[in-house]
């Protein structure tokens, strides 16, 4: 029926699968694995997997928005050929072939397959790969658990009503591999979404009441009160809470606007704090209810940060994306994704939070500790004179310039948040930390009013801000700063 019946493809997916590799055999089995090496199963989506050496081996695997607008395809599958090749370079070589997957279920229950809608499509994805050297090896519909080959063009071969992608009551010889090999599909991206979905009626009439009135109350709050709301609540979860009351709930979330007290929580990802800390974010952001939807954003880079670090890849992908939906560029969000799509795995990021969290945590002990008893004079004969220009006890005089030490919960003008009086006239950034205490500064998280000019994102562009993240959470000068070398390089290059 087409090219792939006589050649298998080895996927290696999964940490068992050094050892025993999947291998795919034809069309059925590659529409069966899909959500196997994506982690779940994609809606709307253009989907390419890289195949590298000679046994045809996975490599790189994006996944991006199918464009609502055929006027689109063409840019579209142009970015998908070039940012599968720029991953795989980077990653061991061009790839030599490439599986091609265009998803998309009917609007309605009896609406015809989008196989002949997409087509068009699907030769714009054809051409792209092709001028960069890298041949189609298959191109696959998959829709309401169907699915149809593109290359398949000789007259009565297929099947017009395509082929189910399950083809009994049990999963094909692929997919138990894929299983075996740790692989279990997180149910669907729209499902993991719409389970962060904000509450609605009638249990979103008390939290919005609650954001109304924590919102005329919000700048009076200050960071000291903000970071013990954070701690409070996570010690409640860690100890097997599941809800805040409306009031502690709308104080919190618009208390998390601050990337400060946002930043003390990326610090929970211990692993006895993992499950109470995805517990506390996805309260939190199902609270954020109509019209304060932008509230939501930080608890959800907050939830696919610890997800992350927890092993649950899928669940952090999915949860990204829909946070470069709502807020297109909050920069913790496209850090992270970036990191996730530049093949990072969290250690190097979850070793430098954990130092940060140590330094401050002995700058907390040492500041309860007291400050060191004053020796006097460098000579030993006791306290020195009392008068102008020495301070009272004989303390020596600080001398000009020098630097004043802060204690664990002093703000300084360069820890304020953006829009504080500290905050440079118009930058939209605070000032960098530096190594001055609390949790190292992101980026100014937004507001908590409704989303606007929310636009779909194809997800963030393959770059070095993993390594920028690294670097800057070691030396304390805050994650922000790796905005200015990327400012250029935004545009088109995003993939998911």
Same mark, same amino acid.
């Given at each position: ?107 309605? &229950? ?128 860690? &100890? ?14 618009? &208390? ?49 940060? &610890? ?190």
């Amino acid at each position: 029926m087409n090219a792939m019946n006589n050649e298998h493809v080895i996927l290696s997916l999964g940490p068992a699968s050094e050892q025993r590799p999947v291998v795919m055999r034809g069309p059925a089995d590659m529409a069966e694995l899909l959500p196997y090496f994506l982690g779940f199963y994609p809606d709307d989506s253009i989907v390419a997997v890289g195949l590298q050496g000679p046994d045809l081996h996975q490599g790189g695997v994006i996944r991006a928005d199918l464009p609502v607008s055929p006027a689109e395809w063409p840019a579209a599958a142009e970015e998908t050929a070039a940012l599968l090749v720029a991953l795989s370079e980077r990653h061991g070589g061009r790839p030599l072939q490439v599986l091609l997957y265009l998803c998309q279920d009917p609007v309605t &229950a009896h609406a015809p397959p989008p196989v002949e809608r997409l087509r068009p499509l699907a030769d714009d994805l054809r051409g792209a790969f092709g001028r960069r050297g890298v041949a189609v090896k298959e191109s696959l519909c998959v829709s309401d658990d169907r699915w149809w080959s593109f290359l398949c063009r000789r007259e009565g071969c297929c099947d017009p009503a395509g082929y189910p992608v399950r083809r009994g009551p049990d999963p094909g010889p692929a997919a138990a591999a894929a299983t075996v090999a740790g692989l279990v599909p997180r149910g669907s991206r729209k499902a993991i979404v719409g389970a962060l979905a904000p509450l609605g009626p009638p249990e979103d009439a008390p939290q919005r009441e609650a954001l109304v009135r924590a919102e005329s109350l919000a700048a009076g709050v200050s960071r000291d009160r903000g970071l013990e709301l954070l701690e409070q609540a996570f010690a409640e979860f860690a &100890a097997g809470a599941r809800e805040l009351d409306e009031q502690r709930t709308a104080r919190l979330l618009f &208390a998390l606007r601050d990337r400060l007290i946002r930043d003390r929580g990326v610090e929970y990802v211990r692993p006895a704090e993992l499950a109470p800390a995805e517990r506390l974010w996805r309260f939190l952001a199902r609270r954020a209810v109509p019209p304060y939807e932008g509230c939501a954003v930080a608890p959800l880079t907050l939830l696919a940060w &610890a997800s992350w670090v927890a092993g649950d890849t899928a669940t952090a992908r999915v949860v990204l994306a829909h946070v470069l939906r709502l807020a297109p560029d909050y920069l913790l969000a496209e850090l992270l994704y970036e990191s996730m799509n530049d093949g990072m795995t969290p250690g190097a990021l979850l070793a430098a939070v954990e130092a940060q969290r140590r330094r401050r945590e002995e700058r907390a002990a040492t500041a309860q500790s007291g400050p060191e008893p004053d020796p006097g004079p460098a000579t030993g004969r006791g306290p020195g004179p009392q008068g102008p220009g020495h301070p009272p006890g004989g303390g020596r005089r600080r001398r000009r310039g020098g630097r004043r030490k802060a204690g664990p919960t002093a703000v300084g003008p360069a820890e304020r948040s953006s829009g504080s009086p500290g905050a440079p006239s118009g930058s939209g950034e605070s000032r960098p930390e530096g190594s001055g205490s609390g949790p190292v500064a992101l980026l100014p998280a937004p507001g908590c009013g409704p989303v606007t000019g929310a636009r779909p994102a194809r997800g963030v562009r393959l770059g070095r801000a993993g390594a920028c993240a690294v670097a800057a959470l070691r030396s304390g000068t805050g994650l922000h700063r790796c905005r200015t070398g990327r400012q250029a390089a935004r545009g088109a290059h995003r993939a998911r």
